[in-house]
């Protein structure tokens, strides 16, 4: 398997361009299939995540296209769902990707039935479904759990109220999928506020749904008969535009990263300011310097607008570099302090906990071979590698590919010495 090589203690400069966020495209690409006419998709991104999700549509009987726009340059998906030829998503293609757990609310919706097998804990925690399977049912699905399978059918969906235990944001996602064709509104109380939800809202809308309140606690669908085609881009990834952030706080560097939404980062760069870096944030980037030296900062990991958990990793390689001790709370995930083990490795001095980490800062980071156990701890320890003292092997990079484009081209194209190396 692939690994990234990092020799780090080079000062990052310059710009790079965000793509297309992976936790919008992916149930988008969902979203997709409540429809039967075409659906082009712009600014997707080049990630393992959405080929595993391209085959699962291909596997019931969609087709896809990949793109690239003659302006931009950017990559484009053209889908068109209309001849769907089965309600089962292949268990091979179920298991190579948690969030393939949103095509239950796509196929509910469209085809009132869908089979897949139960998704398994991973690495940052148990991720069970219980939240899912009981919205479904408050909105008149027969579930059946059995043999590792779940089957959901319906004659017809009936809109209700429900109040979520936890703003989960796949839920959220699966729950808007299913009441787009549900009978009369569906009210979704303590909904997950993400700038994710708000995308697939504006691109079930321009389908022609009638959803308001994404963003907000209160999500209303009131059900229709028909969606149409639509051509939509997915919003820049918040969580990519993070970690260059944070890549560039490390190396003391100064880099631009462009295609940005700034408010989506506002409890990512307050923190980042907090820790001495300064920030110019513009309409539509956010150039990172070094200000005073690194300060220690403390992190809780909380549900948008708080702090978010997909870049608590990569704060933890930032405070290991910061001067003094930093207390980092993870309080979605349950089991997402991996990577502090391999910081450890390469020289870090942290204490973990439940769902505590201390780190104590300001001593030096060493290249050593470290092990990526899942997307954003990998983020984290390429992070670590660009402030350590020698070589730094990242291992594999499987996981990061899943969420980042091209992280190691990015990087190089700003000073960084990383390559890919296959074996
Ligand atoms: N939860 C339950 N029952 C459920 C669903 C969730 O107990 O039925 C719990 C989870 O175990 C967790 C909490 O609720 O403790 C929040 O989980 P949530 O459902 O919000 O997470 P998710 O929808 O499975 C998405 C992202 C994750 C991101 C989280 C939190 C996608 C495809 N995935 O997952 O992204 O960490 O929201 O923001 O949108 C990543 O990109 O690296 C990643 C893991």
């Not at 940052?124 to 759990?145: D, S």
């Not at 408010?263 to 539509?284: M, Q």
Request: with cysteine.
């Amino acid at each position: 398997m692939a690994s990234f090589v990092i020799r780090g203690g080079r000062v990052l400069q310059g710009e790079i361009r965000a793509s297309g966020a992976k936790n919008s495209i992916l149930p988008i690409m969902a979203a997709s299939l409540l429809t039967r006419r075409e659906c082009i998709i712009r600014d997707t991104p080049d990630l393992r995540d959405v080929g595993t999700m391209s085959r699962i549509l291909t596997s019931v009987g969609a087709k896809v296209w990949v793109g690239t726009d003659a302006a931009s340059g950017q990559r484009y998906l053209r889908i068109l769902p209309d001849g769907l030829n089965t309600y089962e998503i292949p268990a091979e293609l179920m298991a190579e990707m948690r969030s393939s757990i949103v095509l239950m609310g796509a196929l509910l919706g469209r085809l009132g039935k869908v089979r897949v097998c139960r998704p398994g804990g991973c690495s940052i925690g148990t991720r069970p479904i219980n939240f899912h399977l009981r919205g479904f049912e408050m909105l008149g699905a027969r579930i059946r759990a059995e043999h590792g399978y779940i089957d959901a059918e319906t004659t017809g969906l009936i809109g209700r109220e429900m109040h979520l235990d936890f703003p989960s944001v796949t839920t959220t996602e699966n729950l808007m999928m299913a009441a787009v064709f549900a009978e009369g509104t569906t009210v979704i109380k303590n909904a997950a506020k993400e700038p994710e939800i708000v995308d697939l809202q504006n691109f079930l809308n321009a389908m022609g749904a009638r959803i308001v309140g994404a963003g907000l606690d209160t999500i209303r669908i009131v059900g229709t008969r028909t969606l149409g085609g639509v051509d939509h881009a997915v919003i820049p990834d918040r969580i990519e535009v993070g970690t260059y952030l944070v890549a560039g706080a490390i190396t003391g560097g100064d880099v631009t990263v462009q295609n940005v939404v700034p408010e989506h980062l506002e409890a990512v760069t307050a923190k980042l300011g907090e820790a001495g870096a300064v920030l110019d944030v513009g309409r539509d980037h956010i150039r990172i310097r070094p200000g005073t030296r690194l300060r220690a900062v403390d992190f809780k990991t909380l549900p948008y607008p708080g702090f978010p958990t997909d870049m608590q990793p990569q704060a933890m390689a930032m405070a290991c570099f910061a001067h003094g001790t930093s207390l980092i709370t993870e309080n979605i995930f349950d089991q997402r302090f991996a990577h502090a083990d391999e910081l450890m490795r390469m020289g870090a001095s942290i204490e973990v906990g439940n769902r505590l980490a201390v780190v104590r800062g300001g001593g030096r980071l060493t290249g050593a071979r470290v092990k990526a156990t899942d997307l954003r701890a990998g983020a984290a320890l390429v992070l670590a590698g660009l402030g350590a003292e020698g070589t730094t092997v990242v291992d594999p990079c499987y996981h990061i590919e899943r969420g980042y484009e091209r992280m190691e081209e990015k990087l190089r194209a700003v000073g960084a010495s990383i390559t890919k190396v296959n074996g």
